[in-house]
């Protein structure tokens, strides 16, 4: 899976996207550099002068704006004109700014597209059905690649953060996959937002679009207000043994936000394997299943439902299942919806 967690075989077809190597595109980013500095200290006239319109013309409003993100500082002086996102939810939050003029291309779509959203993104070209190559990316002539998961950036297929810097392209990735965070929450979704608004001069829409999703988080949540927390186990994957959300993760906020109670919330990562006696034992009572490409939601379910081992599960006894696209349970636009989903799923008397 794309998301940097390994996951089981069962649920996991083998489709890496083929290594690249890194040579070819360093050489041509070396001799691109080289170019414009020979231009830069060659004829006069050639480069950017004191006295160039260039180098007078005043800086866009509201930058320069500095962004520390996992770790990279980048100061950008105008906002990105040609971005490149590479899994699905950076596309979503960037066109849900309304920047779909500022993207120079797409990749990696792992479940339906939001409906609003639909017309905006088949505008797009679609670079790859996976990660694309750092050539394919170069060829794009972006000045911003913007990646969800940290595979995005992955060093062994030759699309390290540093390989794009070399090249001149700044890089932002998604703030959930930054080592060393203790835990992510709505919070980080929110904040999410309003940097991308910041490196992209829209604020106020950031601003908007944030004041919009809280709306929404906040109108579920009280519907479920006082209820019973119900026990809840995500099943992500697995056969041998479940692959499942732990407690740092947004899906374990998600959960408390609907009036739920996540059974490995004391799994001290955003996912984890848990043997199946753990389930047995922590008795769930709803099941919530993370549909993405690959194994089918109706063949987790046939998995689940066959197990002897589970039978006295509650959850499985009772047939009580939660679906949610994988994408809704990552730091984007979508997770406030999530919220409603799993608050419907897990109360549904609140919802009549």
Request: hydrophobic residues 40%.
């Given at each position: ?5 390994s996951r ?8 890496p ?11 041509a980013?070396?001799?691109t ?6 231009l830069?200290?060659?004829?006069g ?6 006295d ?6 005043p800086a866009a409003?509201?930058?320069p ?8 500082t980048?100061t ?19 066109l ?7 993207m120079?291309g797409t990749?990696?779509p792992?479940?339906?597209m939001?409906p609003a959203l639909?017309e905006?993104?088949a505008s ?26 940290a595979?995005?950036f ?7 953060r540093?390989?794009?810097?070399d090249?001149?392209?700044d ?11 203790k835990?992510?929450t ?7 937002i309003?940097?991308?608004g910041?490196i ?12 919009e ?5 906040d109108?579920?949540?009280?519907a479920?207000?006082?209820a ?8 992500d994957?697995g056969?041998k043994s479940?692959?499942t959300?732990?407690?740092k993760?947004?899906?374990n ?11 490995f919330?004391?799994l001290d ?15 769930p ?6 549909d993405?490409t690959?194994t089918?939601?109706e ?5 689940l ?7 006295d ?17 990552l730091?984007?636009?979508r ?18």
């Amino acid at each position: 899976m794309h998301d940097g967690h390994s996951r089981p075989l069962f649920s996991f077809p083998s489709s890496p996207a083929a290594s690249r190597g890194r040579g070819p595109a360093r050489l041509a980013a070396a001799v691109t550099a080289l170019s414009a500095l020979l231009l830069t200290a060659g004829c006069g006239s050639s480069g950017t002068t004191a006295d160039s319109p260039e180098a007078s013309a005043p800086a866009a409003k509201g930058f320069p704006v500095t962004i520390d993100n996992c770790g990279v500082t980048t100061t950008y002086t105008k906002p990105p004109s040609r971005a490149v996102t590479i899994h699905q939810h950076p596309a979503e939050l960037m066109l849900s700014l309304g920047l779909k003029d500022r993207m120079a291309g797409t990749s990696y779509p792992d479940s339906a597209m939001l409906p609003a959203l639909r017309e905006d993104f088949a505008s797009i070209p679609q670079l790859s059905k996976q990660a694309p190559s750092f050539e394919k990316v170069l060829d794009t002539d972006p000045d911003f690649v913007y990646g969800g998961y940290a595979s995005a950036f992955a060093e062994k297929e030759g699309r390290s953060r540093k390989a794009f810097r070399d090249a001149g392209i700044d890089t932002y990735l998604n703030r959930e996959n930054c080592a060393g965070k203790k835990g992510v929450t709505m919070r980080d979704t929110y904040t999410e937002i309003r940097t991308i608004g910041r490196i992209f001069g829209v604020s106020d829409r950031a601003s908007a679009l944030v004041s919009e999703l809280r709306a929404r988080v906040d109108k579920a949540s009280a519907a479920v207000k006082d209820a019973r927390d119900v026990s809840v186990f995500v099943y992500d994957s697995g056969d041998k043994s479940a692959f499942t959300a732990g407690g740092k993760g947004l899906g374990n906020e998600l959960i408390d936000l609907a009036g739920g109670r996540n059974v490995f919330s004391d799994l001290d990562d955003v996912f984890g394997d848990a043997s199946w006696e753990q389930v047995v034992d922590r008795k769930p009572e709803v099941i919530a299943i993370y549909d993405y490409t690959g194994t089918t939601v109706e063949q987790k379910k046939k998995f689940l439902l066959s197990q002897p081992a589970l039978a006295d599960v509650p959850a499985i006894r009772n047939k009580r299942f939660v679906v949610l696209p994988l994408t809704d349970t990552l730091v984007g636009v979508r997770s406030a919806d999530a919220v409603g989903a799993l608050a419907r799923g897990l109360h549904p008397e609140r919802f009549k």
